[in-house]
């Protein structure tokens, strides 16, 4: 009898998350998908993931909070407590928030954007530990390549919370391994997600002139990039950033 895998999904609704879930997603697997509190849900994207996936279950809360992300992760235990540990916990938490010049911070400003780039997916990863397999477990956290350089054009304040959470991947792969949890990260570019908003074309744009692959990326490139990461295939991969920029960087 086949085993079946447990996939834990945090970030899910957007479109790297969807993507991710969507490859993940066979008749081997349950999925579980966790999405914000304001989020709506696509219900046709989701019954694609029900149609591949063995089992599945999606709840909804406040990840920026403890108590929220508590709620949460009872619900989950509720509702899938047959299923065991999870072998792979992805979180692809993240948003932008409103461009503004350094010289234009605020104390909420800033608060807004740490608490959606940083706090949320580490307090979900903090709090859902136990819920990893040990050992043999895999976290796969998504920050930016703005957390390695820096990023202009209003958006500091995002880029040094990226690159909190890509400390984040260092300092739990050094306290996850006595657990056999492997932690990893992945630092997209140039994606073609909403997630640019109103930038999206100049993105496009963008990406053609600076990467080598004269392209912006898609959710799909990253969705197959953490599935890799995640699989058996990358046992000797741990506490890492790898970067999927299409050559930007260079």
Same mark, same amino acid.
């Given at each position: 009898?086949?085993?079946?895998?447990?996939?834990?999904?945090?970030?899910?609704?957007?479109?790297?998350?969807?993507?991710?879930?969507?490859?993940?997603?066979?008749?081997?697997?349950? #999925?579980?998908?966790?999405?914000?509190? !304001? @989020?709506?849900?696509?219900?046709?994207?989701?019954?694609?993931?029900? $149609? %591949? &996936? +063995?089992?599945?279950?999606?709840?909804?809360?406040?990840?920026?909070?403890?108590?929220?992300?508590?709620?949460?992760?009872?619900?989950?235990?509720?509702?899938?407590?047959?299923?065991?540990?999870?072998?792979?916990?992805?979180?692809?938490?993240?948003?932008?928030?409103?461009?503004?010049?350094?010289?234009?911070?605020?104390?909420?400003?800033?608060?807004?954007?740490?608490?959606?780039?940083?706090?949320?997916?580490?307090?979900?990863?903090?709090?859902?530990?136990?819920?990893?397999?040990?050992?043999?477990?895999?976290?796969? #956290?998504?920050?930016?390549?703005?957390? !390695? @350089?820096?990023?202009?054009?209003?958006?500091?304040?995002?880029?040094? $919370? %990226? &690159? +909190?959470?890509?400390?984040?991947?260092?300092?739990?792969?050094?306290?996850?391994?006595?657990?056999?949890?492997?932690?990893?990260?992945?630092?997209?570019?140039?994606?073609?997600?909403?997630?640019?908003?109103?930038?999206?074309?100049?993105?496009?744009?963008?990406?053609?002139?600076?990467?080598?692959?004269?392209?912006?990326?898609?959710?799909?490139?990253?969705?197959?990039?953490?599935?890799?990461?995640?699989?058996?295939?990358?046992?000797?991969?741990?506490?890492?950033?790898?970067?999927?920029?299409?050559?930007?960087?260079?």
């Amino acid at each position: 009898m086949e085993q079946i895998e447990n996939v834990l999904i945090a970030g899910a609704s957007g479109e790297i998350g969807r993507a991710v879930a969507l490859r993940l997603a066979c008749s081997s697997r349950r #999925i579980a998908l966790v999405h914000g509190p !304001n @989020t709506q849900v696509d219900e046709v994207w989701y019954q694609s993931i029900a $149609a %591949k &996936a +063995a089992e599945t279950c999606i709840v909804g809360g406040n990840l920026a909070d403890d108590q929220g992300v508590l709620d949460v992760l009872q619900v989950l235990e509720e509702r899938t407590s047959s299923w065991g540990t999870y072998g792979r916990v992805i979180t692809c938490i993240g948003a932008t928030g409103k461009r503004r010049a350094i010289s234009e911070w605020s104390g909420s400003y800033l608060n807004e954007i740490l608490r959606n780039n940083f706090i949320a997916p580490a307090l979900f990863i903090g709090k859902s530990l136990s819920l990893v397999s040990q050992p043999g477990g895999c976290i796969v #956290i998504l920050g930016s390549i703005a957390g !390695n @350089t820096g990023s202009g054009s209003g958006s500091a304040a995002y880029s040094c $919370a %990226k &690159a +909190a959470l890509h400390n984040l991947v260092y300092s739990l792969a050094k306290e996850a391994k006595d657990k056999g949890i492997r932690v990893v990260g992945l630092a997209p570019g140039l994606i073609d997600t909403d997630f640019h908003g109103e930038y999206r074309e100049r993105a496009r744009d963008n990406a053609k002139k600076a990467t080598m692959a004269k392209r912006i990326g898609s959710a799909e490139e990253i969705a197959a990039i953490v599935d890799f990461l995640s699989s058996k295939h990358c046992e000797y991969i741990w506490g890492t950033i790898v970067t999927a920029d299409g050559g930007i960087l260079l």
